[in-house]
Nanobody, 124 residues
Framework: QVQLVESGGGLVQAGGSLRLSCAAS????????MGWFRQAPGKEREFVAV????????RYADSVKGRFTISRDNAKSTVYLQMNSLKPEDTAVYYC?????????????????WGQGTQVTVSS
């Protein structure tokens, strides 16, 4: 079992920045990919970014490319999402996720573990 706990959400003005963190505990010795999804009210949960175990493979959703950066520190069992140039349409609950696939984006039905989510609100 792996437990994921997100932090760093909040309220920010458009154009601002936030950094989300996701701390993993439990069976973190397995080579899980780590990533982020988000879900806005009335919408489906959507993929945001994913990073491989050693950080050599990274994928982003087109909507966040050039603005968001995913990184991980395996010594701390933590993955980060640096979000810059935030827009009101980035407002959502952001979820940390882990799976054991090797490539491509993450798919909601293939996730092994989810965090509880952290709210990000971007005001215009």
């Amino acid at each position: 079992q792996v437990q994921l706990v997100e932090s760093g959400g909040g309220l920010v003005q458009a154009g601002g920045s936030l950094r989300l963190s996701c701390a993993a505990s439990g069976r973190t010795e397995r080579n899980y990919r780590m990533g982020w999804f988000r879900q806005a009210p009335g919408k489906e949960r959507e993929f945001v970014a994913v990073i491989s175990w050693i950080g050599d493979r990274i994928r982003y959703a087109d909507s966040v490319k050039g603005r968001f950066t995913i990184s991980r520190d395996n010594a701390k069992s933590t993955v980060y999402l640096q979000m810059n140039s935030l827009k009101p349409e980035d407002t959502a609950v952001y979820y940390c996720a882990a799976d054991r696939f090797n490539g491509g984006i993450m798919l909601p039905n293939e996730i092994d573990y989810w965090g509880q989510g952290t709210q990000v609100t971007v005001s215009s």
